[in-house]
């Protein structure tokens, strides 16, 4: 008998479950809608009857947390742990500092709230605005913050108990670095590598140029020993590295590499253990800004806002919020990966809109508005997330409520949308389907805010090997 998830990640490649539901927080904080955020089951199984709709919406009992990103209490970090299982859905609160605990086994279509911890516990450990949730080979969970308990920039490392699901600490044994936002460990390496967003108390409340400038934003990714918990290497990635955001591993448990995605400098960017045991970076994708008008800048960056991927380690998929697009990168040569997929998602750049590209190293004309089943795409790729045989990308389109605000207005009033793209995982190559919609602006209360996607038996960006 075996615990969570899968031996190996070609074990979940190759004979993992289809997915048949995704779990997604949808937002309402700094929308006109007085409601608490809530997390929505979606039914992605198409024999069933209500494919592509929201079956379950589980409101958590506070207003503005602003539910982000999610992880689980155990997965295939603990594979080998019999008495461990993949029961709690860990939602915290972005803003508001609060983790809720989600129980879904008992009905994995109509989860149910099983625990709180509030973010005066947390803030007893100096920790805030909790991003990544990672379930660790002990059974306990780690999350990682970006504030300390005044919103100030702070990389700490919260960990709760797997079994009371409890404040047990802080993870880090040595300073934490300025900037927090995601990690990702490879226990057979003895390494944990972690990136940066910024200061809270600036990105809270939008973005604003010149707080790049002034250093309230990261550029550098930090490496730790696992076993010791310190930091050994910072590297600082300089203009390329703008924002470092989301950072993967190969999925190969004995692999020494992976990529972090830059958002604002809008680059892809590998990281490797060097012959000389130091750990360094080569920038590998560049997305090139646009020149335009009409818009708050007048250049304006694909904002790489996520990416992931593949679990034979084939392909690396992101997505770029402002300009629109998705892309598929084959990545089996680690150096020099080869695009080999893109589909556009709406974006700041489509035709008829207000913004004017007055030059452009990549397309010959800016792309048309998405129409998905007779609806407007509103807002641009952001989350995604790939099925364990990679055949299938699915995305949602809002990237935080103050950014959405401020970026894509008509978000707020439209909601945001899930989508389903087709992937040749031979050859290469992505298609839209059309048939496949969950629209956020049809909701009970009104348009909803959709962001991380989870399904229930763990997924590309979830689960870590030991």
């Known amino acids: ?163 009371t699901f409890e404040v047990a600490g802080t993870w880090e044994k040595s300073e934490p670095p300025k900037f927090g936002y995601d990690f990702w460990y490879q226990p057979r390496q003895n390494v944990m590598v972690s990136s940066e967003w910024g200061t809270p108390n600036k990105f809270w409340h939008g973005f604003n140029p010149a707080h790049v400038a002034e250093g309230h934003y990261g550029r550098s990714l930090h490496v730790w020993d696992w076993k010791e918990k310190k930091e050994i290497q910072e590297i600082d990635l300089g203009e390329d590295g703008l924002i470092p955001l989301e950072l993967r591993f190969l999925h190969n448990p004995d692999a020494t590499q992976g990529y972090v995605a830059a958002a604002l400098a809008s680059n892809i960017i590998r990281f490797y253990k060097a012959d000389d045991g130091k750990w360094a970076v080569q920038k590998v994708i560049d997305v090139p800004g646009k020149k335009v008008e009409g818009w708050a800048l007048p250049a304006m960056p694909a904002l790489i806002t996520d990416c992931l991927l593949s679990l034979d380690d084939k392909y690396i998929y992101f997505s770029n919020w402002l300009h629109g697009d998705i892309r598929q990168y084959d990545i089996t040569d680690r150096e020099n990966p080869k695009l080999t997929g893109q589909v556009w998602i709406g974006g700041s750049i489509t035709k008829g809109g207000a913004v004017k590209v007055t030059e452009d190293s990549e397309l010959t004309e800016q792309p048309e508005p998405l129409v998905v089943k007779g609806k407007t795409v509103h807002g641009g790729p952001q989350m995604i997330q790939l099925s364990l045989d990679g055949t299938r990308l699915y995305v949602t389109t809002s990237l935080y409520s103050t950014w959405d605000k401020q970026f894509y207005p008509g978000l707020i009033k439209h909601g945001a949308m899930a989508l389903k793209i087709d992937v040749d995982h031979v050859n290469g190559g992505m298609k839209l389907d059309e048939n496949f919609l969950v629209d956020f602006g049809e909701e009970p209360h009104g348009p909803a805010l959709a962001h991380e996607m989870r399904y229930p038996g763990g997924d590309c960006t979830s689960d870590i090997w030991c």
């Open 1 to 163: 008998m075996s615990g969570p998830g899968y031996a190996s990640p070609m074990a979940a490649f190759n004979s993992g479950d289809r997915e048949k539901l995704l779990y997604v927080p949808c937002i309402y904080r700094n929308t006109d809608i007085e409601q608490p955020d809530y997390l929505a089951t979606m039914d992605v199984d198409p024999d069933s009857a209500t494919y592509s709709q929201v079956i379950h919406r589980l409101p958590v009992p506070n207003m503005g947390d602003e539910l982000h990103h999610s992880g689980w209490n155990a997965c295939s970090s603990c594979h080998g742990d019999c008495t461990r299982e993949r029961n709690r859905l860990v939602l915290p609160g972005l803003y508001s500092g609060r983790v809720y605990f989600v129980d879904t086994a008992s009905d994995p279509r109509a989860p149910r709230l099983d625990k709180t911890i509030e973010p005066e516990k947390i803030k007893d450990v100096n920790i805030t605005a909790l991003h990544t949730a990672h379930c660790l080979a002990d059974g306990n969970i780690m999350i990682s913050g970006m504030g300390d308990k005044d919103g100030n920039g702070r990389g700490s490392y919260l960990i709760v108990d797997g079994k």
